[in-house]
């Protein structure tokens, strides 16, 4: 039988550890926040997202700008251009862990997982 202090002691061990992941779960910032910087995904592409919400994609010797926009818990969607083609994508299933970002998105019909790292 639970005696009133070892209840006291487990009630007050699962408040400090409830108290803590709150604390550490509010400090994240918003996506629109977090996601801005310049991203590097180790192979030819660098992608540069701005706090008004432009962007710059140095792909290879090719440059594109356009704009970002949050559409959702974990997602954005990418509008550019290049040699006035439209390119509009969406990364999806965004999570960034310190200086790594990834998502997922669509080319030619197939899932693609991206990885990217913070440049500084």
Same mark, same amino acid.
């Given at each position: 039988?639970?005696?009133? #202090?070892?209840?006291?002691?487990? *009630?007050?061990?699962?408040?400090? *550890?409830?108290?803590?992941?709150?604390?550490?779960? !509010?400090?994240? #910032?918003?996506?629109?926040?977090? $996601?801005? !910087? /310049?991203?590097?995904? !180790?192979?030819?592409?660098? %992608?540069?997202?701005?706090?008004?919400?432009?962007?710059?994609?140095?792909?290879?010797?090719?440059?594109?700008?356009?704009?970002?926009?949050?559409? !959702? /818990?974990?997602? $954005? /969607?990418?509008?550019? +251009?290049?040699?006035? $083609?439209? $390119?509009?994508? %969406?990364?999806?299933?965004?999570?960034?862990?310190?200086?790594?970002?990834?998502? %997922?998105?669509?080319?030619?019909?197939?899932?693609? %997982?991206?990885? *990217? +790292?913070?440049? #500084?």
């Amino acid at each position: 039988m639970y005696s009133v #202090k070892r209840f006291v002691t487990q *009630a007050s061990c699962g408040f400090v *550890a409830l108290c803590l992941l709150l604390l550490v779960g !509010g400090c994240s #910032k918003p996506l629109d926040e977090a $996601i801005v !910087g /310049k991203w590097d995904d !180790g192979e030819d592409s660098v %992608t540069e997202l701005f706090p008004d919400h432009t962007m710059v994609v140095n792909h290879g010797n090719q440059q594109m700008s356009g704009q970002w926009a949050v559409v !959702g /818990k974990d997602r $954005i /969607k990418l509008e550019m +251009k290049y040699a006035g $083609i439209p $390119i509009i994508m %969406t990364w999806d299933n965004l999570k960034i862990d310190g200086d790594m970002l990834t998502c %997922t998105y669509e080319n030619k019909g197939k899932e693609v %997982t991206l990885q *990217a +790292k913070r440049k #500084k």
